[in-house]
């Protein structure tokens, strides 16, 4: 009789639970299980009781591991399950979910007024909501990845539409290049002039981000209402293209055409006069609209003033609607001033001074900065402006201490008057009916007159002798006898054929083989204008000028 003997093992769960704690954090499942199965075979006869409990896993899933292990079998790299294991995803198992998601984030797009979503976000959780109201049972996470998967992500708005442009824009372009090219091969100043957004003086937030102690940041006021006592400060800046300085007038009250004139009054007194005292005209970049716009009056008005007053010739291109942001000023000295200051409240003028005095660049830029405490009123500036407009409208306003009002005496006054009409003769022989319907005669000729002026671009011109008084008016008899013939000869008016005739354009184009100058080419209908004068049609190129 044989004897049998059999060893029992013992399993050491306390060490498997310690290798296993180490090590799960870095296994993903398929890892955890053949780990766990690898070691329930080692320990023998009750190793996957004794493994399950070391490591809190389930007995069958052991079990699945070391039958694995046995088979040898192995997945494919990257992978954790054979394909086709674990759940079934929400879009095989539900047909219509992608669908109606679909729908539902192109719904607002197409207009369809029964949308769940037509006045609401498209966040996940909104699309989720609106799918279980169709019966899908969803959360917004599974939204998010069904929206990756079929080629959604979220976009911002993209700023591309322009608006209509005019057809003459890049021709504009040209033009105001071309003057400034002009200026700076003749060593006159050409300054870019705009107003810096107002800025609020205060321990206001300020955008950007600066570098302060870890969980310290500057703390700032939680509402951005202008301080009664600090206001706000307006920035007009004079940027002079040629030398790269920055001239920045700090004012304290409203932005108008007196504060802009001003600013470039200070430029040329601390810095443009002594570097070019030999300069006979100033070219100035602006765009169109604000204090500085070309349909300002008031802006013109100061301009002049400024002109007489500095003995220069003010020239001022105007940039084209909507282009202010090409504006030279924006990007070589704003932009910078506002890369200097971010992050830190602008809590005084003095700060702001400073700050905008220390903005330089490593490509030279220099920048001065003025405070201008003077006040600018606004309704002034309107009330002046219409002064100007307005012919005859200033006899009837006086100037007070507390401003202008109606002058109700010069107003009764000028009642009498209401309705009656004065005109006098030298020629005492002359009938009151001759005498009016001379003076009628007399408006067409200076009518004719006025138009071939413009047309020749002629400076106004005041007679006080008699021989060049019976010039001028001989001249506007030839005005008037041109503007007759023109009439007949084309069986049109006068205005017609200015206007058309206007349309013919002479330029100068600068390229890299030389000048060149070019007429438009003429229309059919100008060129019937002008065969009907017996005027010859203009040639296309003029003047040819090969480069040096």
């Not at 409990?53 to 192995?74: H, N, Y």
């Amino acid at each position: 009789m044989g004897l049998w003997v059999e060893s029992w093992g013992v399993v050491d769960e306390v060490t498997i639970g310690v290798k296993f704690r180490a090590l799960a954090g870095e296994l993903n499942e398929r890892q955890r299980r053949l780990w766990a199965a690898s070691e329930a075979r080692a320990a023998g006869r009750g190793g996957i009781a004794g493994t399950a409990r070391a490591t809190g896993m389930a007995a069958d899933t052991i079990r699945q591991g070391i039958r694995e292990l046995e088979s040898g079998e192995s997945i494919a790299a990257g992978r954790v399950r054979k394909p086709g294991g674990g759940r079934k995803p929400l879009s095989e198992t539900d047909p219509r979910l992608l669908v109606d998601l679909e729908r539902l984030v192109d719904e607002d797009r197409r207009g369809d007024p029964e949308s769940l979503l037509l006045w609401t976000s498209k966040s996940v959780r909104h699309l989720a909501g609106g799918l279980r109201e169709l019966g899908h049972q969803v959360q917004y996470v599974t939204v998010a990845k069904l929206l990756q998967s079929v080629g959604y992500s979220l976009q911002a708005n993209v700023k591309t539409r322009e608006g209509k442009q005019h057809p003459d824009r890049d021709a504009q372009f040209r033009r105001i290049n071309t003057t400034c090219r002009q200026a700076l091969e003749e060593h006159q100043p050409i300054i870019s002039i705009d107003a810096k957004k107002k800025e609020l003086v205060g321990d206001f937030k300020n955008g950007g981000r600066e570098w302060r102690p870890k969980g310290k940041p500057e703390l700032v006021r939680v509402h951005d209402f202008k301080d009664k006592q600090l206001g706000k400060a307006t920035p007009y800046g004079v940027y002079d293209i040629a030398a790269d300085q920055g001239w920045v007038n700090v004012g304290i009250d409203h932005d108008t055409a007196q504060f802009a004139v001003n600013s470039i009054r200070g430029w040329w007194e601390h810095l443009g006069h002594s570097r070019y005292p030999n300069a006979t005209r100033l070219q100035v970049t602006a765009d169109c609209g604000g204090s500085n716009g070309n349909r300002t009056r008031l802006w013109k008005v100061e301009l002049q003033k400024l002109a007489d007053e500095i003995a220069l010739e003010i020239n001022v291109s105007h940039l084209p609607p909507g282009t202010s942001k090409w504006n030279r000023i924006e990007h070589r000295l704003f932009s910078y001033i506002t890369m200097n200051w971010r992050g830190k409240p602008l809590v005084s003028l003095e700060a702001i001074i400073n700050l905008i005095g220390a903005t330089k660049t490593s490509t030279g830029l220099e920048v001065y900065a003025r405070l201008d405490d003077r006040q600018y009123p606004a309704k002034r500036a309107k009330i002046a402006a219409r002064l100007h407009a307005k012919r005859g409208l200033k006899r009837f306003l006086r100037q007070t201490p507390g401003g202008l009002r109606v002058d109700r005496a010069a107003v009764r006054a000028e009642e009498h008057l209401d309705g009656k009409f004065l005109l006098r003769s030298s020629d005492p022989t002359l009938t009151a009916e001759d005498i009016a319907l001379g003076y009628k005669q007399v408006l067409q000729v200076e009518r004719g007159w006025r138009d071939m002026k413009t047309t020749l671009d002629l400076r106004p011109v005041h007679h006080r002798k008699e021989d060049r008084i019976r010039a001028h008016v001989q001249l506007c008899w030839l005005a008037l006898l041109l503007i007759r013939l023109a009439e007949n000869q084309t069986d049109d008016t006068w205005r017609n054929v200015r206007r058309e005739l206007q349309r013919l354009y002479q330029g100068t184009f600068r390229g890299n083989a030389g000048l060149v100058h070019k007429s438009s080419e003429a229309t059919a209908a100008q060129l019937q204008i002008l065969r009907a004068l017996n005027v010859p049609e203009p040639p296309l190129f003029i003047a040819l000028q090969a480069a040096a």
